[in-house]
C-alpha cells in the first residue's frame, strides 16, 4: 500500500489549537518491526499514524526482498520459547490477512568438527523447551540430502518446522492489515524530533508535529538518530550484507533442502527459493560496517566469490550466481535485541532486531504494543532492556556469533 493514508491523517484526525495533529500513538519507522506494532495497535481499536523517511516497501532498510528464515533453534531456552510465540504469532498474521506466509522446509544447523558455536547450547535450549529434534552425524546427513558436502566430524541437528517466511510480502501483509484497522501510513516521510513532555509525547515529521500517548521507534539503523535529545544512544553497528541467488543445473533436486546454517566462523545460510528455481545463500555478519545514508547498493564481487567458493565445497551442485542484492543489518553488541522503554521515557518504546528480528516481527509487533499501551508484556523480554553490559559496558567486547 502507498499513500492513502497521508490524506486520512490530515484531514480525518483533530488538530489542536497550536496546529499539531492528535493521535493516540505514533510508529517510527514501517519495516518490518514498525508494521507489526502499527497493525496491533490500530486492531486495538487505538488512532495510530506510522510515519516512513521513504518510500512504503523500498529496499534501503533490512525488511526487503524474498525470505528470512524462522526456526525453533537457538542458543538458550529463553530465545527458544520466543520462537513458540513467533510461530504462533505467524499463524495469527496468516489467520487475519488471509494469506499463506509460512513454508515449513525443515531446518538443518550444520556445526563442523571445533566450530565457533557451540551444539550443546542448541540441543540443551531445545530440550528445556520440549521440540523435537535430530541430532544426523555425516553420513546420515548425505543419505538424506545427498547435495550437502559436508567435512568428517561434521554434526547436523535438524528441527522439522524450520521455516521461510517472505520479508517483502510479510511487511506489506501487515502494512495492509493496519491500514484496513484504521492506522494512516505515510512514506516519505522522516521523523525528524522526539520530545517527551511527560503527560504527551510530540513526534515532529515534514511540517507536521504528531501529539501522541507514546511513540513506538522502530528505526532500526537509525534508531540513534530518532532518539537524539532523549539522552541515549544505543552501541550499534551496521553492515551491509549481500544475499545470492545461485542457478542450480539441476534445480528439482535442490526442492527438497532443506533450510541451512553453517554454525562456525565465518557463518554462512542459504535455503532453496520457492516460486523460482533457485537457491538462496549469504554469509552471516560478512560485509563492511557503514552509514546507512551514505552507502552503496552495488553488489560487491569479492563477497560473492567467497560465498561461492564455500558454496562450491558444502552444495557443489548449487550452481552458478544469477544474482546478488544488499541488505543492512544493525548490530547490537550482544545481537539481544532492544524492546523496551528509553530509561526515563517511559512513553518511546524502541523495538530492534538485530539482525535477526524478521522472524519475530508479528510478536515484536504485539509486545511493543503491550509495552507502549501499558509499560508491560506477557512475552518474557526481560534481555532485551537497555540496562545490560552489551549496551552499558564501554569494554563489552561484540560478538555476533548465534
Ligand atoms: C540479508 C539479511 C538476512 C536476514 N535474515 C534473517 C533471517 O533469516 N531471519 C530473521 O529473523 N531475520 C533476518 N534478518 C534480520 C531482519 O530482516 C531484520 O532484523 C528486520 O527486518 C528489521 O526490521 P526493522 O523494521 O527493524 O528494520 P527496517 O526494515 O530497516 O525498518 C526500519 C525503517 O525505519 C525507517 N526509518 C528510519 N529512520 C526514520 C525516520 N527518522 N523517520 C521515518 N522512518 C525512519 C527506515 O527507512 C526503515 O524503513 C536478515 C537481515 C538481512 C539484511
Known sequence: MTEPGRQRAETATPRTPEGSVEVDYVVAGLGAL??????????????????EQFELGHSRGASHDTSRILRHSYHTPAYVRLTQEAYDDWARL?????????????????????????????VGSLRACGIAFEELDVGEIRQRWP??????????????????????????AMQRLAAEAGATLVGSTSV???????????????????TCRGVVVAADAWTNQVLAGLGVEIPLTVTLEQPT??????????EDLPIWI??????????????????KAAQDCGGPTVDPDDRTSEPDPEMRDRLAAFMGSLLPGSGDVVRSLRCQYTLTPDRDFVLA????????????????GFKFAPTFGRVLADLVTTGETTSDVSGFGFDRPGLTDPAYEANWMV
Open 34 to 51: 514498525g508494521s507489526g506494532a502499527a497493525w496491533q495497535l490500530a486492531t486495538r481499536g487505538h488512532s495510530v499514524v506510522g510515519l
Open 94 to 122: 496468516e489467520a487475519e490477512s488471509g494469506e499463506t506466509l509460512v513454508t515449513v522446509a525443515g531446518g538443518l544447523d550444520l556445526f563442523p568438527p571445533d566450530c565457533a558455536i557451540s551444539p550443546d547450547d542448541y
Open 147 to 172: 547435495q550437502f558436502h559436508p567435512p568428517a566430524g561434521t554434526l547436523g541437528l535438524y528441527q522439522e518446522r524450520g521455516a521461510i517466511v517472505p520479508a517483502a510480502r510479510g511487511t506489506a
Open 192 to 210: 525528524t524530533r522526539v520530545t517527551d513532555h511527560g503527560s504527551h509525547v510530540v513526534v515532529e515529521a515534514g511540517d507536521t508535529a504528531y
Open 245 to 254: 541467488y545461485f542457478q542450480p543445473a539441476d534445480p528439482a533436486a535442490y
Open 262 to 279: 553453517w554454525m562456525d566462523e565465518p557463518s554462512y545460510y542459504g535455503f532453496p527459493c520457492y516460486g523460482e528455481p533457485t537457491v
Open 341 to 356: 522503554p528509553v530509561p526515563g521515557h517511559g512513553s518511546v518504546v524502541v523495538g530492534l532486531g538485530s539482525a535477526h
